[in-house]
């Protein structure tokens, strides 16, 4: 769970004291990490010589490659602080703080701007960078600030594409049911895990289904079944192993 984001202000003891802003640690707004994945994958499944279920962890993998977008919420201790957010974009309230910083390996200058917003129970964040053409917008997003995790990124590449590269969509139920979405170009992964740990897989290429997969609670069997292009059924049957 994050942490909330907050700004605070010293206490004036006297009209010589001039007020100073200082910051709490700026929130990773994104839930996901190394060590908190979307979907944590049963262990007998990842080690299964089973084909089905070398499927199954490679596409439960694409969907936790998320984890890898933790690295752009890191904000360096002299990154400047402000509540201006980005020009041009749609930020544009009070409650609106943006971190801005230079990464400089001797070779390649980036601009960095990082805002982030919450309201109605949710953080609402973008990321630009700049590489020497102004500022570009590479990644937004959302995350409840609940326990239940529900939310939203939209990957539009280093370089600020006017196209969605990426998209995630994810959304936990009370009872501890999670579901998360990946589509990239014309391919969707819908994802669903239950509370003991079983799941399934849809595969959608171009809105049509492509496969489908399901794996039990220990990791051990599950089924399989594969469409042809037209959506209608190839091959179904189950693995185990």
Sequence with gaps: MVSVLALTFMACGSDDEVETPKTTAPVIALTFNAQNPPVIVPGPLSASSNQRAKEIVDILRSANAITSYGSYFIVPEDAEVSQNPVAGSSFQNDNTTVYSWTFNNGSQFVNTAYQISEAEG????????????????????????????????????????????????????????????????????????ENDKSGAVDVFIDNIANASYTWDGSGTSGTYTYYNSSGIVLQSGDWAG
């Design 122 to 193: 949710a953080y609402r964040f973008e990321i630009y960078f700049d590489y020497g053409d102004g500022l570009k917008k590479s990644l937004e997003g959302r995350e409840s600030v609940n326990e239940l995790r529900n939310g939203f990124l939209l990957d539009y590449g280093l370089n600020g594409s006017s196209q969605i590269q990426l998209d995630y969509e994810w959304i936990e139920s009370s009872s501890n049911e999670f579901n998360i979405i990946l589509i990239n170009a014309g391919r969707k992964i819908e994802i669903q895990v």
